[in-house]
């Protein structure tokens, strides 16, 4: 069974940081693509960054290039997402993404408050 469990949210002030975790299990790690996804309240829910799997090439979102960075550890099968100089805008839960061909899996999210 695959299954995404993040963790590493939390309320911090504007400029502040975060390290967000996504552990995975129940598939072959290091063959597939992993990225993080965002929701704030009211919004649809967005593509944040993107890890593939073998040569981690790395893609971000417009909106956080230069202080999110998306990282992996074949090892531990997890992926991370360091966030510094958060801004209120990135209040949002954070979801990690799996997409195989026959279906997309999704964690359950986790919390980020970003305080003014």
């Known amino acids: 069974e695959v299954q995404l469990v993040e963790s590493g949210g939390g309320l911090v002030q504007a400029g502040g940081s975060l390290r967000l975790s996504c552990a995975a299990s129940?598939?072959?790690?290091?063959?597939?693509?992993i990225g993080w996804f965002r929701q704030a309240p009211g919004k649809e829910r967005e593509g944040v960054s993107c890890?593939?799997?073998?040569?981690?090439?790395?893609t971000y979102a417009d909106s956080v290039k230069g202080r999110f960075t998306i990282s992996r550890d074949n090892a531990k099968n997890t992926i991370y997402l360091q966030m510094n100089n958060l801004k209120p805008e990135d209040t949002a839960v954070y979801y990690c993404?799996?997409?195989?061909?026959?279906?997309?899996?999704w964690g359950q999210g986790t919390q980020v408050t970003v305080s003014s």
């Open positions: 993404n799996l997409r195989m061909v026959e279906y997309t899996y």
């Open positions: 129940g598939f072959s790690f290091d063959d597939y693509a």
């Open positions: 890890i593939s799997s073998s040569d981690g090439i790395t």
